[in-house]
C-alpha cells in the first residue's frame, strides 16, 4: 500500500529522522495559512498523489511570499499532474505540502527495498539526487551503490560504513549519514515496508543531512499489523477497477493491452501473459482469481474485465483443483448473460470436473470458444490480435 509524502514523513519524524517542517492544505485559503505557521520564506507547495516526478510535471512551485503561494495553490490543486510514473491519464491532485524551504548544498539519493534474488534488503544510494536519478542508473550505473543486508543478523557498522564510504561522505557526515540510515532500517523492519526511498536526502549548507522528499509502501499482506497505517489508505489514488477487484477478494493489476485474461494461481497468470505476448498482442491486466474463489467471485472478475474499454478480448486460462471447472464455468456464464458479452472469449480449462465445465460451456448458448490446450488458446488469441 502506498502513502503520501507527508504520511510517510510522519513516519520519519517518529524514527527521529529529520525533515523540513510543512503542514497540508486542499484549498488555497488553507496553503497560505501553512505559509505563515512557517517560520520565513521561501516555502515549496508540493503536490501530493501516489507517484514521483511531481517537479517536471510541475507539481512541486517554489514560492517567495504569500501571493506565490497563493498562486501556486490554485494552480496545483484539481490539476491534473502527469508523470512518468503516473502514465498519460494523470492524477487529479487534492492535496498539497507547503514546506520550509531549506538552502541546499547537495543532493542524494538513498533507498531501502526488499531483494527477492538474496531474500535480503538492499540499500540503494548515489550522490546523484534528485529529478534526474532514473537517467543516471540507466546512463551511469557505477554511480549507484547497492549495499546488501542479511534480515536475520541486521543493519551492521559495516554496512553503515560501506554505504558512507560509496557517497564519499567526510567524517562528520559519515557519522550523521550513519545514524540516519539505523534509524530508516529499524522504520523499514518495524512497519513492514516494500520500499523506503529518499529522493533527495540533501545536505544543507549547514552540514545538516534532512529527508526532502520521502516516499513509503507498506507490504499489503502485513496490514494487519499496521493498522494506524492502513487508516491512512486514499483509494481515491487507486486504480477503479483495481480498487473494486480488492473489494471482492481479487488480485487485479490494471495493464495497458488488448486482452483481457482470468486465471487462478499468480505463476500461472505471469505464464498466460507471457502467452498473450507470445501471439502477437499485449495482456490488459493480471487477474487472478484465487484457487478458491466461487461463481460469484469468477462473475465480479469477468464482469472487471469487461469494464475495462481497451479489453477487445478474453483470455480464461484454468488449471481446475481447489477451484473447479464447473464452477468456473457458471461464473463465466452467469457474468456473461448478465453484461451482453460482445468481445470473443478464450476459455482453456484442465482439471477437476473439466468434462462438466465444458459441457457447461457448451449448453450455454453463448458465444464462448473453447480450447483444447494451450497452444489451441495461444492461436485463438492470436487470430483475435490480428483481426
Request: glycine share 10%; net charge negative; hydrophobic share 45%.
Amino acid at each position: 500500500m502506498k502513502i503520501h509524502e507527508y504520511q510517510a514523513k510522519e513516519l520519519f519524524r517518529n524514527a527521529g529522522v529529520t525533515v523540513p517542517e510543512g503542514f497540508v492544505a486542499q484549498t488555497p485559503d488553507e496553503a497560505v495559512q501553512a505559509a505563515k505557521r512557517l517560520p520565513s520564506y521561501p516555502v515549496v507547495v508540493k503536490a501530493q498523489i501516489h507517484a514521483g516526478g511531481r517537479g517536471k510535471g510541475g507539481g512541486v512551485v517554489l514560492a517567495a511570499d504569500e501571493l506565490e503561494v497563493r498562486k501556486a495553490a490554485e494552480k496545483i490543486l484539481g490539476m491534473i499532474l502527469v508523470t512518468q510514473q503516473t502514465g498519460s491519464v494523470g492524477r487529479k491532485v487534492g492535496t498539497v505540502l507547503v514546506e520550509q524551504g531549506l538552502e541546499i548544498r547537495s543532493e542524494l539519493y538513498l533507498s531501502l527495498v526488499p531483494d527477492r534474488a538474496t531474500a535480503g534488503i538492499m540499500i540503494i544510494a548515489s550522490r546523484s539526487g534528485g529529478m534526474n536519478i532514473e537517467e543516471v542508473a540507466a546512463s551511469d550505473p557505477d554511480k549507484i551503490i547497492r549495499v546488501q543486508i542479511n534480515p536475520l543478523i541486521g543493519i551492521q557498522a559495516f554496512h553503515l560504513r560501506q554505504a558512507a564510504f560509496g557517497l564519499a561522505l567526510s567524517p562528520a557526515l559519515a557519522g550523521k549519514f550513519s545514524t540516519l540510515l539505523k534509524k530508516l532500517y529499524q522504520l523499514f523492519i518495524e512497519k513492514d515496508c516494500a520500499l523506503l526511498e529518499i529522493n533527495p536526502l540533501v545536505i544543507t549548507a549547514d552540514d545538516h543531512l534532512v529527508a526532502l522528499d520521502a516516499k513509503i509502501e507498506i507490504d499489503s499482506s502485513a496490514l494487519y499489523r499496521q493498522q494506524e497505517i492502513a487508516a491512512w489508505r486514499d483509494e481515491n489514488e487507486e486504480d477503479p477497477l483495481e480498487l473494486e477487484a480488492s473489494r471482492a477478494g481479487l488480485n487485479y493489476i490494471n495493464l495497458n493491452g488488448n486482452i483481457g485474461n482470468m486465471v487462478n494461481g499468480a505463476g500461472l497468470a505471469m505464464a498466460t501473459m507471457d502467452l498473450i505476448k507470445s501471439a502477437g498482442a499485449e495482456p490488459a491486466n493480471f487477474l487472478d482469481v484465487g484457487g478458491g474463489a466461487s461463481a460469484e467471485m469468477v462473475e465480479e472478475g469477468f464482469r472487471i474485465i469487461l469494464s475495462d474499454p481497451k479489453v477487445k478480448g478474453i483470455l480464461i486460462n484454468i488449471f481446475g483443483g481447489i477451484l473447479r471447472c464447473d464452477v468456473l464455468a457458471e461464473g463465466v456464464v452467469q457474468a456473461a448473460r448478465k453484461t451482453g458479452i460482445s468481445i470473443p472469449v478464450v476459455i482453456r480449462m484442465e482439471g477437476t470436473n473439466v468434462e462438466k465445465g465444458r459441457t457447461i460451456l457448451n449448453q450455454s448458448g453463448l458465444n464462448l470458444i473453447n480450447a483444447v490446450d494451450l497452444a489451441d488458446a495461444a492461436k485463438k488469441i492470436a487470430e483475435i490480435a490480428s483481426s
